[in-house]
């Protein structure tokens, strides 16, 4: 069990509209229980509630195996295949004082067991997804250490994988040196995007088939994790002299990170940070091109809070962690994007993690 964040999950709770929250199998509950449960279709999850009592409810099938888990520091209740699950969970809600109440549900929460158990009882479910985020929104030293060496070792792979960027190679193959680099230098969790040419004008392209060719834009996004922290980030290279759009472009988007991390600092307005990348792009009238958010949290999970974009009114605090990864995509032409993580760090300055050159790289 993950104590220090079940206590502070209790401490969130206190502070929130939520008399409970509730955690079916995923990510979160995996972080705080330290054991992965399967998800299907059968309700189960793990009920924090604010006064500090825990319960689980699950089929009876999980019983042995959670009991093993839990260890009896936490209550489990049992339904069967035969019983009605609502009727059994009215009955548990009841027991555990949460009729009446709000609760907070995690996002793997699955949205047909939560209506046929609010058709039961007047229970009111709502969104806890923020609340769980902010339970690890601000980073221990220990995570920012691991942090810093996950960076670290993605930058040396950066290092490596120029080696075997040639016309003839396919994305397959520099998306396999890429995994299998980062879990032989110690990282684990590996994860890559390889998109030539117009694949990198899609995000989140994800198809390995394209080969190179002797002039080719080669975007590379790529991370993992080290104690449990990922890394994340992207270079874009090419094959061959990039044409003066393409160089102009690059110089864009470069512009575009360098001085949107320039505004990174403790107390500092997350909105601002998104709209100053966004203005440098749109010098060249492409701001419109960065279809996405300027950046997102980075931590236990490769996605999480905070989101740096204009409708997250929040401001930068000690311990943050997040990418900046401005971007130029025109879809089936061209894209381009430079991701750093950076974290606003013990002295409330930003600090960027990847070190690799962000000057136009030609091989």
Same mark, same amino acid.
């Given at each position: ?13 206190? =502070? ?40 689980? %409810? ?15 520091? %936490? ?31 995690? $996002? ?5 067991? %939560?209506?046929? %158990? ?31 060496? $996950? ?21 397959? =193959? ?41 002039? =080719? ?46 505004? #990174? ?33 980075? *931590? ?22 997040? $990418?900046?990864?401005? *971007? ?13 993580? #950076? ?17 136009? #790289?030609?091989?």
């Amino acid at each position: 069990m993950n104590d220090l964040y079940l206590n502070k999950l209790i401490e969130k709770l206190k =502070e929130s509209d939520f008399d409970a929250v509730l955690l079916s199998p995923g990510e979160e509950l995996t972080f705080l229980i330290d054991y992965k449960i399967m998800l299907c279709e059968r309700f189960q999850g793990l009920f924090v509630k604010a006064d500090g009592g825990m319960f689980y %409810i699950c089929n009876l099938l999980y019983k042995d195996e959670l009991d093993a888990v839990l260890k009896n520091d %936490i209550r489990v209740y049992t339904w069967f295949d035969g019983d009605v699950m609502t009727d059994v969970v009215a009955d548990v809600l009841k027991q555990e004082g949460l009729l009446g109440k709000t609760i907070g549900v995690n $996002s793997t929460a699955q949205s047909v067991n %939560i209506l046929e %158990i609010m058709d039961k009882t007047d229970v009111i479910f709502k969104n806890g997804k923020p609340l769980l985020e902010e339970m690890r929104i601000i980073k221990t030293p220990e995570e920012l250490k691991n942090l810093r060496k $996950s960076s670290e070792l993605v930058d040396k792979v950066f290092e490596e994988v120029l080696s075997i960027i040639k016309p003839g190679v396919t994305e397959k =193959e520099i998306g396999t040196f890429l995994l299998d680099k980062m879990v032989e230098l110690g990282g684990e969790n590996p994860e890559c995007i390889v998109a030539f040419g117009t694949n990198a004008s899609y995000p989140h392209y994800i198809g390995d088939s394209a080969v190179a060719k002797e002039h =080719e834009i080669v975007l590379m996004d790529y991370g993992c994790t080290v104690g449990g922290m990922y890394s994340d980030t992207t270079r874009t290279v090419f094959i061959g002299e990039p044409t003066k759009r393409e160089r102009e472009y690059y110089e864009l988007v470069k512009r575009a990170n360098l001085e949107a991390e320039k505004l #990174v600092c403790e107390n500092a307005y997350i909105p601002e940070i998104d709209k100053k990348a966004r203005e440098i792009l749109d010098e060249n009238g492409l701001a419109w091109t960065l279809v996405n958010r300027l950046g997102h949290g980075v *931590g236990y999970t490769i996605h999480e809070a905070p989101d740096i974009k204009q409708s997250n009114p929040m401001y930068l605090k000690k311990g943050m962690a997040f $990418s900046i990864e401005p *971007g130029i995509y025109l879809g089936g032409d061209i894209g381009i994007r430079i991701e750093d993580v #950076v974290i606003v760090n013990e002295q409330g300055e930003c600090e960027v993690l990847n070190k690799t050159t962000k000057e136009i #790289v030609v091989l």
